[in-house]
């Protein structure tokens, strides 16, 4: 059984340990052509463990890799759509596979200031619990110092502990708790100073 069907057929204790990781290697990088077939592998498995707070791309030909890639690099050179806020997308990887997504905002606007802040960030289901989560946001802060947003603002739902986790452990203070509406659902939402 390969690693994405044992997460679908609920063997999560095989999914979890089948990916081996170069952590001498880990770096973040643009998305692009070199890791998207591991990123598309990725995506079955955020959509096996229901990960919500992540928007996965459709990406299923040439074409709509293009496009994905054209518009992040849009996004990243300031020029975003209506509504949104130029950022910085980033993947981690280790020179073979993607591991993780990471968000830079620019800057916030009203919806971001209350849910989203400066950086988002989710590490692929297969690579959890050993400590990726934390090792990204650490060079996440660092790429928005480069972008002179010196405390990033993140958010965080009361009941992810994980992230409560990395962000603490990457030295957040926490400044605010906030109740957020998201999907009909009301959830309280840590504000964090980085
Ligand atoms: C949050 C997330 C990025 C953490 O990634 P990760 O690589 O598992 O994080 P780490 O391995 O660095 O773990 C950090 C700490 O959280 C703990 N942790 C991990 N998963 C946990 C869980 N489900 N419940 C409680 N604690 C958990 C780890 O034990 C570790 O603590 P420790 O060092 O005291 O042992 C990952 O769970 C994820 O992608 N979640 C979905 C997307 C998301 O929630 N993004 C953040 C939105 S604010």
């Known amino acids: 059984m390969d690693k994405i069907e044992a997460m679908l057929a609920g063997d999560r204790e095989n999914a979890l ?21 591991s990123y598309r592998e990725a995506i079955m498995e955020y959509i096996a463990f229901r990960v919500e707070d992540f ?44 591991i993780g997504s990471g968000d830079v905002r620019h800057c916030l606007n009203e ?30 802060i660092e790429e928005a110092a480069k972008l002179e947003i010196p405390r990033p603002l993140i958010t965080c739902f009361d009941d992810n502990l994980a992230s409560i986790k990395v962000i603490e452990k990457n030295g957040g203070i926490l400044v605010n708790k906030i109740t957020n509406r998201v999907r009909g659902e009301k959830k309280l939402t840590r504000h964090y100073e980085m």
């Open 17 to 37: 340990h089948n990916i081996k990781i170069d952590f001498n290697n880990l770096h973040l990088v643009w998305p692009c052509w070199e890791y998207l077939q």
């Open 55 to 98: 928007a996965y791309p459709k990406i299923t030909t040439h074409r709509d890799a293009k496009g994905y890639f054209k518009r992040l690099e849009r996004m990243r050179k300031g020029k975003a759509p209506k509504g949104l806020v130029p950022a910085s997308a980033f993947w981690l990887v280790d020179g073979r596979n993607y």
């Open 111 to 140: 919806s971001l200031s209350r849910l989203g802040g400066h950086i988002g960030y989710s590490i692929r289901p297969a690579a959890w619990g050993r400590g990726l989560g934390t090792i990204q946001l650490a060079m996440l």
